[in-house]
């Protein structure tokens, strides 16, 4: 009886200690599959915020790529492609598939094309710009960034094929790179006609045409669309501005600098806001949130900058604001426009501009266009101008088109 009563205590510590066992490995298999779920998803998002440090001067010059990949300006899926304009890779979603293109320059072949980098295109705040002639006649410009002991060869490597996998006609394409003995170098295509600021300002120079104006604003927006829309993950420039749109030979735009964006500094005060004074979204100074749509305020800013030909670091808005409020309905945008155009540009594709300007730089980011909506209107602009010297009458007035709405110019 003792012995049975023994037996069946042993079998029910040996039930228990079975169930117990059972739970406990349960019980982890849930806590693993919940960690691995966790670590998912936190590599997911991390992609998402995806900041890639190329540091410069000393500072955290990042490469921001969008943190918006699944957000509700980014393709939902890469198939989206074929809903992109043909431009733009639509239909095959080809462009971040290239491989990265990129030549790795030795420091040797790199001061032999710039005569011992005395070759100065100019000095930006990375560092100086140096023209570089090839032994094969090709012409680059070379980037040579302030070093920083704190990025490693790899670090900066794996960055400069990143961007090198961005291109588009009007994006001023990275060709390659020298990281050697410290030195870091982005090499680019040499653009001919130089910065748009210098096209903008230069006193000496013919005053750029209006049509060419317009071109050049559907251009820039085309590249910086590429950027938002186009690219994989998308990238967000942070620094749009005359000075980083440059020239081709053929006068075609190209965006330049993405993927280097500086602090703002004014005087010797370095803020830890990023991009530069006079075109930097107020909202993004606010929040410290930098989106696609604190690119579509500093080309509002750019636009703004073609009409009136006045320099953006120079109480541009200041004097848009006390234009509008002279301005009467759409043909008060007419006060705004560059002196030396008057009498030679279209005053429907003036107020067409002026609107799409203001429509960027609304106090309310979500209120501002997305950058592919810009670049539509202003190729409508651009498609019509043949048409509308040939038979005028038969065209629907621009505004129909662009769905113009001042209304909210006052705010924002
Ligand atoms: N690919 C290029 N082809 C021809 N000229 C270039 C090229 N890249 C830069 N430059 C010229 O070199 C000069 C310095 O350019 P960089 O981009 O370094 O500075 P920035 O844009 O003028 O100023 P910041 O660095 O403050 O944004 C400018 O005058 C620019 O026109």
Redesign the pocket.
């Given at each position: 009886m003792g012995g049975h009563v023994d037996l069946s205590v042993g079998v029910i510590i040996g039930i228990s200690i079975g169930v117990g066992i059972g739970v406990l490995l349960a019980a982890c298999l849930v806590a693993c599959a919940r960690a691995h779920k966790k670590r998912i998803s936190r590599e997911t998002s991390d992609s998402r915020g995806m900041v890639l440090p190329i540091r410069v001067n000393g500072v955290d010059s990042s490469v921001m790529l969008s943190d918006s990949i699944n957000g509700p300006n980014a393709p939902a899926h890469p198939k989206e492609s074929s809903k992109r304009p043909l431009w733009l890779g639509g239909g095959e979603n080809h462009f971040h598939s290239v491989s990265s293109g990129i030549t790795k320059f030795s420091y040797k072949e790199l001061q032999k094309a710039t005569s011992n980098f005395t070759a100065i295109?100019?000095?930006?705040?990375?560092?100086?710009?140096y023209?570089a002639i090839q032994p094969s006649g090709v012409v680059?410009?070379v980037?040579a960034l302030a070093v920083n002991s704190k990025q490693g060869e790899k670090e900066f490597e794996t960055e400069v094929m990143l961007l090198g996998r961005l291109h588009h006609r009007n994006l001023?394409n990275l060709r390659g790179y020298c990281a050697e003995r410290g030195h870091r170098m982005l090499v680019?295509?040499?653009?001919?006609n130089?910065?748009l600021?210098?096209l903008l300002y230069a006193q000496q120079k013919e005053p750029l045409e209006w049509e060419l104006r317009v071109r050049i604003a559907q251009d820039i927006s085309r590249g910086i669309e590429y950027l938002h829309d186009g690219a994989i993950p998308p990238v967000i420039h942070r620094?749009i501005?005359s000075?980083?749109i440059?020239l081709d030979e053929s006068m075609t735009a190209r965006v330049?600098?993405f993927g280097?964006s500086?602090e703002v500094s004014v005087g010797y005060l370095v803020s830890g806001v990023k991009g530069?004074y006079g075109y930097v979204d107020p909202e993004y100074i606010a929040t410290n949130t930098y989106t696609e749509k604190s690119d579509v305020y500093s080309f509002g800013i750019l636009l703004f900058e073609l009409i009136t030909g006045r320099n953006a670091q120079q109480g541009l808005m200041d004097y848009v604001h006390l234009a509008s409020m002279d301005a009467e309905g759409k043909d008060g945008w007419d006060a705004l426009l560059d002196p030396r155009l008057d009498g030679k540009c279209n005053q429907e594709e003036l107020g067409a501009m002026a609107s799409i300007a203001n429509r960027c730089v609304r106090k309310i980011p979500a209120k501002r266009p997305r950058i592919r909506d810009v670049a539509q209107s202003l190729s409508r602009i651009n498609r019509r101008r043949p048409a509308s010297k040939t038979n005028k009458q038969d065209l629907a007035p621009i505004s129909d088109v662009d769905e113009v709405d001042d209304s909210d110019y006052s705010k924002g």
């Open positions: 295109l100019g000095q930006g705040a990375f560092g100086p710009v023209k680059l410009a980037k001023v680019y295509d040499f653009m001919r130089g910065s600021a210098d620094d501005k000075a980083n440059l330049a600098d280097l500086k530069t």
